[in-house]
């Protein structure tokens, strides 16, 4: 399950990407790969308070607000300046566990291409998200675990995110 929330989790970092603070938010189609898809239908099939529990611990996890629904996810997350800047750092510190490393193999203003590779060889994961402006972007992860691509839409929706980062979504 830590891994999984690791995929929500990545295409929310950017280095050098040229995106405007504020907040964002990112739709992801996890139904096309039939392993997440059995995912999601483990999670509708839960009890209500064990599923609430479950989407609790992921929004701890990202410090937003996540809407699990039968075709995949969409959340929404708060970006900073600061976030903006020292996404690598923290993309350390959240997301890279022991024996896995991540290496930026292209990163400009529109463009972030990288791999994770861990010595268990489950974990691999291969990212490429390309930024249309500063306020939208599609990201493209591939993994070890699936056999298609996980395809999150990214856009950015306020400048404020008072109150937002929170709410329920639709």
Known sequence: MKFFLALFLIPMF???LDMSP????YQTELSVNPKMK??????????????DMVKKMIEQKM?????????????????????????QERLKKDIIKDGCKFKINE?????LKGSMNCDDKKKNVTIS??????????NETTTSMSEKP????MKWLAANCAGKKKEKLE
């Open 38 to 51: 059995m995912m999601l239908e483990q999670l509708k099939n839960m009890p209500p308070a064990q599923r």
């Open 129 to 138: 998200l390309v930024m249309d402006s500063s306020k939208s972007g599609l």
């Open 14 to 16: 950017s280095y050098a």
């Open 150 to 153: 996980i395809k999150t839409s």
């Open 63 to 87: 410090g937003g607000s996540i809407d699990l629904n039968e075709k995949g996810t969409v959340t929404r997350k708060c970006l900073s300046k600061n976030d903006i800047a020292n996404m």
């Open 107 to 111: 990163s400009s203003k529109t463009v």
């Open 22 to 25: 504020g907040l964002w938010e």
